[in-house]
């Protein structure tokens, strides 16, 4: 091989390639400091308001007959304290979410899931006044994949922090919890590490791709470079 080729192959090609160097090396510089100054995730804990389990009258089995499927087919059924008092959470296979009933009276009330999740905001948050601000279905920017769990709920505080919680009455935990000096250096991370600024996904893993592989071949060039170079034997 040529060795003034492969010299000028390896410096362009170092040159173009070696952005990428410097984004990956400036992300795990990110991620060290990210360790000390933010908190770690949440314990999936479930949590509420508590409940009086002497209260409870109907078995889970009347609870099901209560809802207006016929003949439902059962995925899930959990015991939630609200507002102080026992509901069943039923997950069914048709329906598109929980399904509340009072464990007191059988009373079926679709909107326990909401104050379900409010209550284990306050709860993780030791009583702050919540506010919902949204329910995600899909991922964003700011709660993404890496966090897993659809759906869920956001509630902010109003603080000087500018403080949000999401919430999965699912598992009956916090999420995430982030303010806007931690969600600064997520978003300067994730722009980083994974090119976060590049919105459409596909574009992104191949940019990627491209980027990882031009460092693969500088250095496979390096080591034929040097190879080529050295000194012959006499």
């Known amino acids: 091989m040529n060795p003034k080729l492969l010299r000028k192959l390896h410096r362009w090609l170092g040159l173009v390639f070696s952005l990428s160097v410097l984004i990956a090396s400036g992300s795990g510089v990110l991620h060290n400091v990210m360790t000390r100054t933010q908190a770690p995730p949440p314990q999936a804990k479930p949590s509420g308001g508590g409940m009086d389990v002497n209260a409870i009258k109907l078995s889970v089995a009347e609870a099901v007959s209560k809802i207006s499927e016929a003949n439902p087919e059962v995925q899930a059924v959990n015991l939630r304290g609200i507002g102080g008092q026992p509901w069943y959470q039923i997950y069914?296979?048709?329906?598109r979410g929980p399904q509340y009933v009072s464990?007191?009276?059988?009373k079926v009330d679709s909107s326990r899931d909401e104050a379900y999740a409010a209550e284990i905001v306050k709860n993780f948050l030791a009583g702050s006044e919540v506010k919902k601000t949204?329910?995600?279905?899909?991922?964003?920017?700011?709660?993404?994949?890496?966090f897993r769990i659809?759906?869920?709920?956001?509630?902010?505080?109003g603080d000087a922090l500018e403080t949000r919680v999401y919430v999965s009455t699912t598992t009956g935990s916090v999420t995430r919890h982030t303010d806007k000096q931690r969600q600064f250096e997520a978003t300067i991370f994730t722009n980083f590490h994974k090119l976060g600024f590049i919105p459409d996904k596909n574009l992104r893993d191949l940019v990627l791709t491209v980027l990882t592989f031009g460092i693969f071949l500088v250095a496979c060039l390096g080591i034929a470079l040097f190879f080529a170079t050295r000194p012959k034997k006499r």
């Open 134 to 146: 949204d329910f995600l279905t899909s991922f964003n920017s700011e709660y993404i994949n890496i």
């Open 150 to 157: 659809l759906p869920v709920y956001r509630f902010d505080i």
């Open 92 to 95: 069914t296979k048709t329906s």
């Open 103 to 106: 464990a007191i009276d059988g």
